[in-house]
């Protein structure tokens, strides 16, 4: 493979096109402002580059970087891509990652508005990543020890699962669909309304309204902090190892918990109303 190390590029398309290039060190920033630096290329390795301009890896098959930075400035910078494989790299571009296939992500720090949206096929191994709208309409997600913070994340996901992670995050999962979430921290508001077939298995889910309007919902030995109004609407399979403050209009299933501070049903409720709700601290 060709190695261009140590250069400044600034044009319009400076790499484009580029063939089994290994790119060390460089800097794609200048007064020229130029973007798009490397697409439409093939077999690239970016290692400890620098990148503040915009579009620098759209279209390109097999594609690694390693360490280096990506600015705020570095806007959209990996769409269309196949093949991906991202290591100890800051990515600080908004929508830093589109409509890629492929793509593997170990120990990585994003701080990118609307990451990694309509992906699919994403390992994700460490790495702290911020994101206000996160894997939007993403499928087939895979994350271990991840921490991650802001808003709307995984909406609109398929097949997903996460393990040994914490994610600070608000209205996340809503109408995901064949979700598994293991020994994680979930910390946020309005969890998972309207998803389809999550399981969580002996994670600790603070908030409040969780679960509401959800299909086929299964906790196990979960642990719940500052939980109020669940599960309004849902069908639930829960067993949780901790109080629950109020449950609310649970539409089917099974909820059993160590104390539940309050159970609402409503006469006005617009659904039957059938779950067993079972408070240990009764019985």
């Not at 609307?114 to 309409?137: H, N, P, Q, V």
């Not at 946020?188 to 298995?201: D, F, Q, V």
């Not at 642990?223 to 609310?248: G, N, R």
């Not at 299933?253 to 006005?268: P, Q, R, S, W, Y």
Request: aromatic share 10%; glycine share 6%; hydrophobic share 35%.
């Amino acid at each position: 493979m060709k190695i261009i190390e140590n250069k400044r590029f600034g044009e319009e398309r400076d790499l484009y096109a580029s063939r089994d290039l290994i790119v060390k060190y460089c800097r794609f920033e200048g007064p020229e402002d130029g973007e798009s630096a490397l697409k439409e290329s093939r077999n690239i390795v970016a290692e400890g580059c620098y990148m503040d301009l915009r579009y620098p890896f759209w279209h390109i098959d097999r594609l690694r970087i390693v360490g280096g930075e990506m600015t705020a400035n570095c806007r959209a910078a990996l769409w269309y891509d196949r093949d991906v494989e991202i290591e100890r790299c800051k990515m600080n571009g908004i929508k830093a990652l589109r409509e890629c296939e492929g793509v593997r992500l170990y120990g990585v720090e994003a701080d990118s508005p609307e990451f990694g949206w309509k992906c699919r096929d994403i390992l994700i191994r460490g790495g702290d990543i911020t994101s206000e709208y996160a894997f939007l309409e993403s499928e087939n997600i895979r994350a271990e020890k991840l921490k991650f913070a802001g808003k709307y994340s995984f909406q609109y996901t398929k097949d997903v699962t996460i393990k040994d992670s914490e994610l600070n995050t608000k209205d996340a999962f809503w109408h995901a669909k064949n979700v598994t979430v293991t020994d994680s921290v979930l910390n946020g508001e309005y969890l998972a309304w309207y998803s389809e077939n999550l399981s969580l298995i002996r994670c600790h889910i603070k908030g409040t309204q969780p679960f509401c309007y959800c299909k086929r919902l299964t906790l196990i030995d979960c642990t719940m902090e500052a939980c109020d109004l669940a599960f309004e609407y849902s069908d639930v399979q829960a067993d949780v190892k901790s109080e629950i403050l109020s449950v609310k209009n649970p539409r089917s299933g099974v909820i059993a918990a160590d104390k539940i501070g309050e159970i609402i049903v409503t006469e006005n409720s617009v659904y039957p109303v059938g779950a067993k709700i079972v408070d240990r601290s009764k019985s």
